[in-house]
């Protein structure tokens, strides 16, 4: 079965400086990759999502990711974080032939003054 | 469009009570997803329905989880009897057809608490 690893479980950065959040995922078929955000007390919104053609994608808030076959990697980009984007963030993986989206355990991004 | 709805948004009871949960898809989207979201477990996928048919319930916990889609905008989450190792967040999801079928969207979750 498809499976991400997200490598920190944690990030502070200060404001307006850059972050990557790390994301690397296993499955022996194509698969689709996601970013989703999730904010206290709320449900999980897409950040972005890569499917097919150009492997870098660019998602709300300012967000990006590239897509890495050989490296198996899907890691975010934000070149100047702020205070709102203090959040837990889950990267998710599911099979181009299926539903069975499997989600990493979380990162959780705090951006400080 | 008022998004995934899930009711109630707090949920607490005693052991060995039934409990259910619910949700109403947004309108239009054919599958929907039921996850479990734990700090030692992380969010992990419960079942999920394509046009109101389970498709995978291997994540369902045990014989005590059951769940339903009686009809496209319906669907519930049942624990009889609940533990307190059930307390958790739960969420459901509902994607549309098609191309968008793996974008999901998420309820604001119920979260549910067995003393």
């Known amino acids: 079965a498809q499976s991400v690893t997200q490598l920190d479980s944690q990030v502070p950065v200060f404001e307006e400086a850059p972050v990557e959040l790390r994301c690397n995922y296993s499955?022996?078929?194509?698969?689709?990759l996601f970013w989703y955000v999730q904010y206290p007390n709320q449900g999980l919104q897409l950040l972005l999502k890569?499917?097919?053609?150009?492997?870098l994608v660019k998602g709300i808030n300012g967000f990006e990711a590239e897509f890495n076959k050989s490296q198996t990697s899907f890691h975010l980009r934000k070149p100047s974080v702020h205070i709102s984007d203090t959040a837990e963030y889950f990267c998710?993986?599911?099979?181009?032939?299926?539903?069975?989206?499997?989600f990493g355990a979380g990162t959780r991004l705090t951006v400080k003054p | 469009d008022a998004g995934v709805i899930q009711s109630p948004r707090h949920e607490v009871t005693e052991m060995g009570q039934e409990v259910t949960l619910r949700c109403k898809p947004i309108?239009?989207?054919?599958?929907l997803f039921w996850y479990r979201q734990t700090m030692m477990r992380g969010l992990e996928l419960l079942i999920y329905?394509?046009?109101?048919?389970?498709?995978?319930d291997s994540g369902m916990p045990e014989d005590r989880f059951s769940a339903k889609m009686p009809n496209a905008s319906f669907s519930t989450l049942k624990i009889q009897p609940s533990e307190p190792r059930d307390s958790a967040v739960y969420f459901c999801?509902?994607?549309?057809?098609?191309?968008?079928?793996?974008?999901?969207?998420f309820g604001p979750g119920t979260r549910l608490t067995v003393t």
């Open positions: 998710a993986v599911t099979k181009y032939n299926n539903n069975d989206m499997r």
């Open positions: 309108s239009g989207h054919n599958s």
């Open positions: 499955s022996s078929v194509s698969v689709y």
């Open positions: 329905f394509n046009n109101n048919v389970p498709i995978d």
């Open positions: 890569y499917l097919s053609g150009s492997t």
């Open positions: 999801a509902s994607s549309a057809g098609g191309f968008s079928r793996h974008e999901q969207y």
